[in-house]
């Protein structure tokens, strides 16, 4: 070979539970808000709502030590799924009201699984009764009521995070890695796309539901530009959409550029299938999430440096747990788990690898590309209240 030395190392890598935990502030540059106080015994898990995604947060708890996390209520708008739910994961009661599990005192944590407009409600009455909150993203649809989550959780000093469960794969942590070290240089650019064709999925097309490609999906590929450039906003947002009859985003392309010159080119849609890679560019290499970037089970990344070059792959089996699951790479909520359980123990209000402020940057991002592609949810909501389509009734 003349100038080109390729060298390749694959590296397999088993799952092991203690690694997922191995994280701190100092990957991240994060300054942790503190203390919830000492963790007497497991976490005690109320799941608040009986759909899809609840069932493999589920899944993904029954399958972690008892000492750690238990599963002790579940609460749904329809006390028969709770039921059915609390059979399934052999959970001890079940509750047909939401208010209900918020006053359980065996409940310590709850893991909120219901739709985008109601977070907001739900994470606040949690909060103010005394509940570590684990909620799905994106928490809240307004800047505001993101902030005021934060800070009443910083008050009562519990716990809050929105679950963006992306940032806890090993992947991730290989990623964190290879950018602290700057293995590939500055970096310059990212390109992420996320599309999944599910026209006929009410809760991605429908208004009163939170519905929208940019809420969804391409959230996801605004993490991953966050995570590489940093939790600061951007200096210029660029972004188009094609809307449906009820002003509803189903495919968004967004261009951000950050102060440091660096550049995030995201794409999302709800009605085509795309190739759902991640490609991360710096001026001595790149790095690849390929296929479903936000869960991966493996990265790839390319240095070169004075002819040299050196390509690394490394894959990893998920952990394996008893109940199905509803979504692609479902086991990977493992890794979140005992990510939320390391933080609490540790005492931290956040964890350093998904932080309060990165949320409301996610907020502000996200309103700017909603105030420029004309999507609002104000409407769902009358005195702070959601109230979906009866708003005007």
């Known amino acids: 070979m003349t100038g080109l030395c390729v060298v390749l190392g694959v590296l397999l890598l088993g799952f092991v539970a203690a690694e997922g935990n191995v994280t701190d502030a100092s990957t991240t540059g994060a300054t942790v808000a503190s203390t ?8 005690k898990w109320g799941i608040v709502a009986a759909g899809k995604i ?16 238990q599963m ?20 001890p009661k ?10 359980d005192p065996n409940v310590n944590i709850v893991y909120i699984g219901t739709i985008h407009p109601t977070h907001y409600e739900i994470v606040k009455m949690m909060l103010e009764n005394d509940k570590h909150v684990l909620c799905e993203k994106p928490m809240t649809l307004w800047v505001n009521h993101t902030e005021e989550l934060v800070q009443l959780a910083r008050e009562k000093k519990k716990f809050l995070q929105e679950a963006v469960w992306s940032r806890f794969f090993p992947a991730y942590r290989t990623l964190r890695q290879v950018l602290k070290e700057e293995k590939i240089g500055e970096m310059k650019m990212v390109s992420a796309v996320m599309g999944i064709a599910m026209p006929n999925t009410p809760r991605l097309h429908r208004k009163h539901l939170g519905g929208g490609a940019l809420m969804d999906l391409g959230s996801y590929t605004i993490q991953l530009a966050v995570a590489v450039f940093g939790n600061e906003m951007p200096e210029t947002i660029k972004a188009v959409a094609t ?32 190739n759902n890679d991640a490609m991360i560019f710096g001026t001595n290499g790149t790095i690849k999430l390929p296929g479903h970037f936000w869960c991966p089970d493996e990265i790839v990344y390319k240095r070169t440096t004075e002819g040299l070059q050196t390509l690394k792959h490394e894959k990893r089996e998920f952990p394996k747990i008893d109940h199905k699951t ?19 123990s540790n005492g931290f209000l956040e964890s350093p690898l998904m ?15 909603k105030k420029q592609i004309g999507v609002t949810y104000q409407d769902l909501y009358k005195d702070q209240k959601y109230c979906g389509e009866n708003c005007n009734v």
Request: net charge negative; glycine share 6%; no cysteine.
């Open 72 to 91: 002790v209520a579940i609460a749904a708008r329809d006390a028969g799924r709770a039921a059915d739910f609390a059979k399934t994961f052999n959970i």
């Open 355 to 369: 932080t309060h402020d990165e949320s409301i940057l996610f907020a502000k991002i996200e309103q700017e590309v």
């Open 94 to 103: 079940s509750y047909g009201s939401y208010a209900e599990l918020a006053k």
């Open 54 to 69: 609840s069932n493999d947060w589920a899944a993904a708890l029954a399958s972690l030590p008892k000492e750690e996390h």
């Open 326 to 344: 509803n979504f692609k790479h479902g086991a990977g909520m493992v890794y979140q788990a005992q990510e939320v359980h390391r933080s609490i």
């Open 243 to 274: 809307l449906n009859n009820e002003s509803v985003d189903t495919n968004l392309a967004m261009i951000l550029q950050w102060k440091s010159g660096g550049i995030a080119q995201l794409s999302a849609s709800s009605l085509v299938l795309m």
């Open 36 to 43: 919830t106080g000492s963790l007497d015994g497991p976490l």
